[in-house]
């Protein structure tokens, strides 16, 4: 796409006004032109020194629709991914046919859908096609609120998986795995409000951030998501571990990992991004090579001769030290996007 930019003069009129003349191929295709008298516009400055001109600043959000034709569309997983697309490219609305009856699975994928998705709901519905729009305001759901409560889930997915395997606690390395949805739900809904903000800067200014603080966000989700993750691996190899004989100084060495990769790296990049410390944040990545030489001392005592045992500690460990340095690399964009400021 190529832009032309337009340069035209300002006039001034009056004691203290300043005007400047509209292009006329703009005002037509906004129908202004025919109805001018009593016309107003909307006028955004821009961090950058920009102003942006809307020709309705009070209409609602754009409203984008979605058609998928499922005749061609036979996988479960193929579906939900789409839906999942659809949904975190900032579509309002998402309509499915078919030109026969739905399988049965195309229910089940839409129910699944909506349950999981932050918004989404079935407002039509019949043998051959389903409609299902966004209900959530973008406005009730600041990125702040969710990043925040991202970092909770996160942490306490963790924290539980090290518990259970502490007190063999099957049921409750079951209930991390499951809360791998909640923290899906959340990237998801942040990845979708970064790119309608994208799509629309008048949305972006009501919701208060800027183009830049979206973009962090989005990658503080992404990062936040993948430690919950690591977090229900963990809890897959702890019920591996829970009916056999662990060692008590292995268990307190992986305990002694998880808690510097949680409260000294991962939360004290929350404190870094809310208290805008730059030095918190540069600390917050040294400590992770501490870490690191912490879980290269988490080994399986030889004279424990069992492959089942060792594997599943490797991927324990692993992930704790994902975990810890996914938090570092939230403290370097914290780094990044407070030299910007």
């Not at 191929?25 to 400055?45: A, E, P, R, V």
């Not at 600043?57 to 998928?68: A, G, H, I, M, S």
């Not at 999942?84 to 499915?96: D, E, N, P, Q």
Request: charged letters at 30%; one cysteine or more; a negative charge.
């Amino acid at each position: 796409m190529v832009f032309n930019i337009e340069t035209r003069k300002i006039q001034k009129t009056g004691g203290s006004s300043y005007i400047i003349s509209l292009p006329i191929d703009w005002i037509k295709s906004h129908k202004i032109d025919k109805n001018y008298k009593g016309y107003s516009m909307g006028i955004i400055s821009q961090p950058d020194g920009n102003l942006l001109i809307t020709p309705n600043p009070n209409k609602e959000e754009l409203q984008r629709v979605k058609d998928f034709n499922l005749d061609d569309i036979k996988d479960y997983n193929f579906l939900f991914r789409i839906l999942i697309g659809a949904y975190i490219m900032g579509f309002s609305k998402i309509s499915l046919k078919s030109s026969k009856k739905f399988d049965p699975f195309v229910r089940d994928c839409v129910a699944n859908f909506t349950q999981i998705a932050i918004g989404p709901e079935i407002i039509e519905e019949s043998n051959q096609y389903i409609l299902i729009k966004d209900l959530l305001n973008p406005k009730e759901m600041p990125f702040e609120k969710t990043i925040r409560r991202m970092y909770i889930l996160a942490e306490s997915m963790h924290e539980d998986a090290i518990t259970a395997l502490k007190t063999r606690d099957k049921e409750l390395a079951e209930e991390v795995i499951k809360r791998d949805n909640d923290i899906d739900r959340l990237h998801w809904l942040i990845g979708r409000q970064s790119n309608m903000v994208l799509k629309d800067i008048i949305l972006c200014q009501k919701m208060g951030v800027s183009l830049e603080e979206a973009n962090q966000y989005q990658s503080f989700s992404k990062f936040l998501e993948r430690i919950g993750d690591h977090a229900v691996k963990i809890a897959v190899n702890v019920k591996k571990l829970i009916d056999q004989k662990v060692d008590k100084q292995l268990v307190e060495k992986i305990s002694k990992a998880s808690d510097m990769a949680l409260k000294k790296i991962l939360m004290m990049s929350l404190d870094a991004w809310l208290q805008k410390d730059i030095n918190l944040a540069n600390e917050n990545i040294e400590i992770i090579k501490d870490l690191i030489a912490l879980c290269e001392d988490i080994t399986v005592e030889p004279n424990q001769n069992n492959v089942e045992l060792s594997i599943a500690v490797s991927y324990i460990v692993e992930s704790i030290r994902r975990t810890g340095e996914y938090g570092g690399d939230i403290s370097e964009i914290i780094i990044n996007n407070l030299i910007n400021q």
